[in-house]
Nanobody
Framework: QVQLVESGGGLVQAGGSLRLSCAAS????????MGWFRQAPGKEREFVAS????????YYADSVKGRFTISRDNAKNTVFLQMNSLRPEDTAVYYC???????????????????WGQGTQVTVSS
C-alpha cells in the first residue's frame, strides 16, 4: 500500500507564492507519473500538472502554465509544485496523485492514477 501526504498549503495574498510538497511512503515505491489536481467548492476536480519519472516530461493546465512548476526528487519519493503569481481563482484543495504501472505518458485524467493524498488547502486572497 502506498500513502501520499501533501503539505505546504495555506493562506497567501494574490501575487504571492507557495510551494506544495507530496511525500510518498514505501521502501519500494516507484511512480511513473506524479500529478497534482485541485478542486474548488462547487467545482469538479481538475488537472493542474504532471511529471514523468525522469522529470523531463511535464504537462500543465492552461490556467497555470507559466506560473506553476512541477518537479520531483526520486531519492526522497517527493514531488513538488511551486506556485507563483497566485490568483484568487487558484483557491482550492490540492491533491497529489501517483500512477505506478506506466500505463500512460501524460496522466491528464484523474481516473488514470492509482493512489491519492488527502489534499492540502490553498487559499489566495484578493
Amino acid at each position: 500500500q502506498v500513502q501520499l501526504v501533501e503539505s505546504g498549503g495555506g493562506l497567501v495574498q494574490a501575487g504571492g507564492s507557495l510551494r506544495l510538497s507530496c511525500a510518498a511512503s514505501g521502501r519500494t515505491f516507484r511512480s511513473h507519473i506524479m500529478g497534482w489536481f485541485r478542486q474548488a467548492p462547487g467545482k469538479e476536480r481538475e488537472f493542474v500538472a504532471s511529471i514523468n519519472w525522469s522529470g523531463t516530461g511535464t504537462y500543465y493546465a492552461d490556467s497555470v502554465k507559466g506560473r506553476f512548476t512541477i518537479s520531483r526528487d526520486n531519492a526522497k519519493n517527493t514531488v513538488f509544485l511551486q506556485m507563483n503569481s497566485l490568483r484568487p481563482e487558484d483557491t482550492a484543495v490540492y491533491y497529489c496523485a501517483a500512477e505506478v504501472w506506466g500505463r500512460m505518458v501524460a496522466g491528464l485524467k484523474s481516473e488514470e492514477y492509482d493512489y491519492w493524498g488527502q489534499g492540502t488547502q490553498v487559499t489566495v486572497s484578493s
